[in-house]
């Protein structure tokens, strides 16, 4: 499971808005990833999560 945290990313990005946090914890999602040579598929049931909600997710930052 990916582990990040969205403290420490508000403190470091704290006069940024919430849209650019999200956008900006999904790069760091599809980062880990690719580097796991994982396919969407393969993440999304590796955390937990079906597929359409973790593919939302990498697109706009959202969870539905």
Do not use: C, H, W
């Amino acid at each position: 499971m990916v582990n990040y945290s969205l403290e420490g990313i508000v403190k470091k990005n704290s006069s940024r808005s919430v849209d650019e946090l999200k956008i900006e914890l999904a790069k760091q999602v599809i980062r880990r990833r690719i580097e796991r040579q994982q396919t969407q598929k393969e993440f999304a049931s590796d955390m937990g999560i079906p597929l359409t909600t973790y593919s939302i997710f990498e697109q706009s930052g959202d969870i539905p």
